[in-house]
């Protein structure tokens, strides 16, 4: 056989890997994309529900002002953040710390037992639930595409690709604060 | 119910007071049918040995030129007895059941038996969990409510063509448990057992499923055992929360079921378990009719469908 048709079957086969291994980390980085839709979709309706928890949580939660302040605040500057690729790390932080916010705020209804048994605030808190389920989720989904980029812009040869295409490793989307994170000890809710 | 094994123990030593309360009473009407019922079936299998021994016998004397029709002869007339002898058991069976069926109910509060009944072809069409079938021979079809949540659960056969034909081809013997979930949802997902793909259902994958993608989850060992679609990926993981999937994975064993496949849609959950067995059998001729074994083994059956729900935690809002 002609060695130029060798060389050209050769070249044709090493420019179908290269294309596949383009293509896949294109769809690697647009899962990505899709993921991180899903947490704006998700977080979105977090940012909806606090200005409901937090009107009725003004009347009665007197002593927790410094924490009412902390959440709206915190809501404000989530949404004026834009979700994209570049800014995950601080979006992310943001969030932890909302959300972390808001389970503080959520415990304290525990302390106002007028508050506890207003339907509202128990529609609001069953909605609060459900809503950090999705998030929850969303979070999973993000972290699971964020891991396969991941692995894509650090193994051979997608690596080549990412690098001149600019994609980079992207952060996972865990828990921020270390509270959370830490062992809880039951002592500390039974005997209050 | 049965959190504890204690728990389950006292439950059966409950069940067991009730059986000698409310149940024996009214199975020793029955003693003397089935006495009947036993002798007729005696009499068909008898009566069945003897002409196929006597069809052998005379082909093996008076050979035909077309030795192949008359076996199959022979295998249409012990069909025929078959279905005979099955039908005398069955009717039996039957009557047994919807005599004590209610009061056995009652036990586990408000539930309903319908035994002609099963799941909709529409309702299995649906959850995408079978392939192509055009038939369904229904068992027992239950439906109730436990612990606030709906419950409806079926022991069916599901088939292709016509069963005194020769194309007749069983795609399913087992469980259908449809269960509503405290969560709300409407995309739908599925979980096929790996090993069970192309084998009974005729999948092949993925052009089954051209709306759904391929779910990833976090748990290699899951991942392994399942082939998870979904319709939107973070609906998929809302419903397989961590706590969900670790408790899904023994569910196989717990049933001893060949394969199982479950199919999320509309706030419900669709379990599907081959088993190759009958569920919920009672009324069997050849036992006496207050053999407490056999109520033992409905009980323990009904029992654990029930314990799904525990099992599963699917009275909880957030699944863990």
Not at chain 1, 110 to 121: D, F, G, R, V
Not at chain 1, 141 to 151: D, G, I, K, Q
Not at chain 2, 19 to 37: C, G, H, Q
Not at chain 2, 49 to 68: H, K, M, R, V
Request: a negative charge; aromatic letters at 12%; one cysteine or more.
């Amino acid at each position: 056989m002609n060695p130029n048709i060798i060389l050209l079957i050769v070249l044709g086969i090493i420019a179908v890997i290269l294309y596949s291994v383009y293509v896949q980390l294109i769809q690697k980085k647009n899962k990505v994309g899709e993921s991180l839709a899903s947490i704006d979709v998700q977080l979105k309706k977090r940012h909806d529900l606090i200005p409901n928890i937090l009107t009725i949580a003004n009347k009665f939660m007197e002593h927790e002002r410094s924490l009412i302040e902390d959440v709206t605040r915190l809501r404000t500057e989530a949404l004026s953040m834009q979700t994209n690729f570049f800014n995950m790390e601080d979006k992310i932080k943001l969030e932890g710390e909302l959300q972390s916010k808001l389970g503080q705020l959520m415990v304290s209804v525990e302390n106002y037992p007028q508050l506890k048994s207003n339907e509202t605030m128990v529609q609001a808190m069953q909605t609060y639930t459900e809503v950090e389920e999705h998030i929850a989720a969303a979070r999973r989904f993000y972290n699971s595409a964020v891991l396969e980029l991941n692995n894509a812009v650090e193994i051979f040869p997608s690596s080549l690709f990412a690098s001149s295409m600019g994609i980079n490793k992207l952060p996972f989307f865990e828990l921020t604060d270390e509270k959370e994170k830490a062992p809880i000890d039951a002592k500390d809710y039974l005997y209050k | 119910m049965l959190a504890t094994t204690q728990e389950a123990n006292e439950y059966r030593q409950k069940f067991h007071a009730y059986y000698s309360e409310k149940i024996v009473n009214d199975l020793a009407s029955f003693e003397n049918l089935r006495k009947t019922e036993l002798k007729k079936w005696v009499g068909v299998i008898i009566f069945a040995a003897f002409t196929i021994a006597l069809l052998i016998w005379l082909i093996a004397y008076f050979p035909s030129q077309n030795g192949n029709s008359s076996g199959k002869i022979i295998g249409a007339i012990a069909v025929g007895f078959w279905f005979w002898a099955h039908n005398i058991s069955k009717s039996f069976e039957n009557k047994v059941k919807k005599s004590i069926m209610h009061s056995f109910l009652s036990f586990f509060g408000d539930f309903s038996w319908h035994p002609s009944m099963s799941i909709s072809k529409n309702e299995i069409d649906k959850s995408k969990l079978i392939g192509n079938f055009n038939s369904i021979e229904p068992d027992d079809y239950f439906q109730g409510t436990y612990k606030g949540l709906k419950i409806y659960f079926s022991d069916c056969v599901l088939s292709n063509g016509s069963k005194y034909s020769n194309n007749y081809k069983r795609i399913f013997d087992g469980l259908f448990i449809q269960l509503e979930m405290n969560k709300s949802f409407k995309a739908h997902t599925i979980l096929l057992e790996n090993s069970h793909i192309n084998l009974l259902t005729n999948f092949s994958l993925p052009h089954n499923f051209p709306d759904m993608e391929k779910v990833s989850l976090e748990d290699p060992e899951f991942n392994k055992m399942f082939h998870i679609f979904a319709q939107d990926q973070v609906e998929a993981r809302y419903v397989l929360t961590t706590a969900f999937i670790e408790r899904f994975k023994h569910l196989k064993d717990t049933f001893k079921a060949n394969h199982i496949r479950a199919s999320f849609l509309d706030n419900s959950v669709l379990i599907v378990m081959d088993s190759n067995r009958e569920w919920f059998k009672l009324g069997d001729l050849r036992k006496p009719v207050d053999d407490a074994g056999e109520f033992q083994e409905f009980f323990e059956e009904f029992v654990a469908v029930l314990s799904l729900i525990e099992l599963l935690n699917l009275t909880s809002k957030t699944g863990m």
